[in-house]
């Protein structure tokens, strides 16, 4: 599988397609075979882009002490830097649309879309919101003591049973605990506390003006509802627009692929990359 050096890593990513680029961040604890459908269904018209983040996947881990969002970022610079990418649309899904946003306000110039799904703004964050962060660092914790896999089918299912419908049916859990890579206990905790920083990591959207699409998906709690008021008004200078994703929960690209990819193609050829489809 191709990698490229990034920094002080070795970043794996696959490459598909043909036309403007479009790079893929996936979720904490997750893989580039979390967009397979997106990369799939888009590069007959794109390049679609996808990489595990540090600490994730084929990329692995690094020796660093710990890890933030703004060092997950600078390694997307340089994925971009190492591929030869000028501007891109960036689509990133949780902790990936947190990696998203800190690129995007420290290189707007590089951003020819930006796509934001089912993920949260830097700055404090609503009770569920500090209450799923505080879980997050617990079972990192945990997982000294818990088998990994054990640990992730039991925070899908619990949060089905808290919140029905947030981590999606059962056939999406069961494809979340089997796609996710094997994360070691050091790397799990240093993930698990980037994300829970990015609260407090100073990000200025207000610098982001090319095109952008919100996406969270229905079953996601009402207190999404204030995460996204917020992200739309960081952005107010990019002319946001925001979708709710029908079915779907947390990962709303797998709960409901067909819908979440119409939406993207849409934007992609409406307003990100309208020149392309012309031409």
Request: hydrophobic fraction near 45%; charged fraction near 20%; proline fraction near 6%.
């Amino acid at each position: 599988m191709p990698t490229v050096r990034t920094d002080d890593i070795e970043t794996h990513y696959v490459k598909q397609g043909d036309g403007p680029p479009v790079v893929f961040v996936h979720g904490m604890l997750m893989s580039t075979s979390m967009w397979k459908h997106q990369l799939d269904a888009l590069e007959d018209s794109f390049t679609t882009i996808a990489y595990d983040v540090r600490g994730h996947g084929r990329t692995g881990g690094s020796g660093r002490s710990s890890y933030s969002i703004e060092l997950f970022a600078a390694d997307l610079a340089a994925l971009f830097d190492a591929l030869d990418i000028d501007r891109a649309v960036v689509c990133g899904l949780s902790m990936g649309g947190a990696i998203a946003q800190a690129f995007a306000a420290a290189h707007p110039e590089r951003v020819a879309g930006l796509v934001l799904a089912d993920t949260f703004p830097a700055g404090p964050l609503p009770l569920t919101g500090r209450l799923a962060m505080a879980n997050v660092r617990f079972l990192a914790r945990l997982d000294r003591l818990v088998d990994y896999r054990t640990l992730n089918r039991w925070q899908l299912r619990v949060g089905n049973w808290l919140l029905p419908g947030v981590a999606g049916d059962a056939e999406t859990v069961q494809r979340l605990v089997e796609d996710a890579p094997h994360i070691s206990h050091d790397e799990f905790v240093k993930i698990a506390d980037a994300t829970a920083g990015f609260q407090h990591e100073p990000v200025d959207l207000s610098v982001v003006t090319a095109p952008t699409l919100v996406m969270h998906g229905e079953h996601l709690p009402m207190a999404n509802e204030e995460t996204t008021a917020r992200l739309l008004d960081q952005l107010r200078n990019a002319d946001p627009v925001a979708h709710v994703v029908p079915d779907s929960g947390h990962a709303s690209n797998i709960d409901n692929p067909d819908f979440f990819t119409a939406q993207l193609r849409e934007f992609l050829t409406e307003r990100a990359y309208p020149e392309a489809v012309l031409s």
